[in-house]
Each structure stands twice: as structure tokens, then as C-alpha cells.
């Protein structure tokens, strides 16, 4: 077991450097790990976790994390200011990450959205992000983000946060807090949008690396 904050956000991403890193970030207001990104070793035993890693800069509410194809990287979406959101370096040594801000967050927070998800691309060239009832595309090393415009039978988005793309590159899925909790699955351009009811909100959503299922 390891303690980390009364209120941790985002799904624990796992790097695939010479010892695996879980990243999960820390999104409680106040106390000592607030604003940040805790680094814990796959396979360390006892496992435990590092905080206070956001090394250069610190974000506002961090919520959405992804780490790019090659595990060099991570990114952090900030809630609380999409402005805070950060990319990150990943140390070889022990996992830690520098930080700085994201080559796109001033365009990202001029939407006048909440952020709240990222995921990256297969390729490594783009990074999806949920801001508001929107997705936005936004090139990696990039300064702008141009909205996507779903379209389908059901294009359905409530509070997204949630985001994943699967390893084709062909669709993504994307997860409601708001309304009933719909899970809505598009073609990654956008088209053919279709959402399901679950019954219950859904925060975070991810997929298999042969994009069979989705968890």
C-alpha cells in the first residue's frame, strides 16, 4: 500500500522505460502533494510513490495524464487553468519528471473551456483533449488546438473528461461525468459518433493494446 492524496485524479499511465513508472496525479486544493504528479515504480517492493516530481512548473488541478508511444514524456492536463498544463521529460534514472508548460496551453485555455482529458495518438503527433462538452486536436510541439466536430447517431457529450484513442489510430472513446454517464465511441476524425447509456457516471476509460476492449 501507499499513501497519496485525499483526492487523486486520472488514469495511472505506465511508462515502458527499463523500470516501469505508474504517473498519477494528485488533484486535491491543499496539503503537502497538492498540484502534483506522483511517480511510483511498477515493480517496487514495498510499493511507493514519490510527489511533489512536477520539477520547472506546477499545474492548477491536474486531472487528464497521457504519456507519448516512446515513454519519453508525459503530459498533464490542468484543470483548474488549462495555461498550467505541462509537458514532461522522463528522467531514465528514477522516473522523475521536468516539466514545462505545454507548447499549446495558452491556445488550449483560450477556448474558455474546463480541461479535464488527454490521450495521445499511436503515431505520437497529436494529443486529444476534452475541454467542456468539446474534444479538441492539438499538434505535440504545436502552439494551437482546432475543435473537432462530432457527428453520428448519437454524438453525445456531457462533462467529458475521459479520453482514449485505440491502437489503430482508427476511433476514439470517450467518458461522461455529467447526465447518466454515456460512453461515446467516434471515428477519430469525428464522424460516426454512437453513445452508450452505463447507468452510472464514468470518469476514465481506457483500452487493450489490440483495441478489442474497452475498460
Known amino acids: ?3 497519496l492524496t485525499r483526492e487523486d485524479n486520472g488514469i495511472a499511465v505506465l511508462s ?3 523500470t516501469p513508472y505508474l504517473y498519477i496525479n494528485n488533484g486535491n486544493t491543499s496539503g503537502t502533494n497538492a498540484n502534483t504528479t506522483s511517480v511510483c515504480p511498477a ?4 510499493f511507493a510513490c514519490t510527489t511533489s516530481n512536477n520539477s520547472g ?3 492548477t488541478a491536474p486531472y487528464g495524464i497521457a504519456v507519448d ?3 519519453k514524456n508525459v503530459y498533464v492536463i490542468s484543470r483548474g487553468s488549462a495555461s498550467n498544463s505541462l509537458s514532461c521529460s522522463i528522467s531514465s534514472t528514477n522516473g522523475g519528471l521536468n516539466c514545462s508548460t505545454l507548447s499549446f496551453a495558452a491556445d488550449l485555455a483560450s477556448k474558455a ?3 479535464q482529458g488527454i490521450a495521445i495518438d499511436p503515431p505520437g ?3 486529444y483533449i476534452t475541454c467542456s462538452n468539446n474534444v479538441y486536436k492539438c499538434a505535440l510541439g504545436g502552439s494551437t488546438c482546432n475543435q473537432i466536430t462530432l457527428s453520428g447517431t448519437s454524438a453525445i457529450l456531457n462533462n467529458p473528461t475521459g ?3 485505440d491502437p489503430t489510430n482508427s476511433y476514439m472513446a470517450i467518458a461522461n461525468t455529467g447526465g447518466t454517464g454515456y460512453l461515446t465511441a467516434c471515428k477519430i476524425d469525428g464522424t460516426g459518433c454512437v453513445s452508450a447509456n452505463s447507468g452510472n457516471l464514468i470518469a476514465y476509460v481506457t483500452v487493450d493494446n489490440t483495441g478489442t476492449y474497452l475498460y
Do not use: E, K, L, W
Open 113 to 115: 473551456c474546463t480541461a
Open 57 to 59: 512548473s506546477t499545474t
Open 69 to 71: 508511444p516512446p515513454s
Open 163 to 165: 479520453i482514449v484513442i
Open 43 to 46: 515493480y517496487a517492493t514495498p
Open 1 to 3: 500500500t501507499t499513501t
Open 125 to 127: 503527433q497529436n494529443a
Open 16 to 18: 515502458s522505460n527499463t
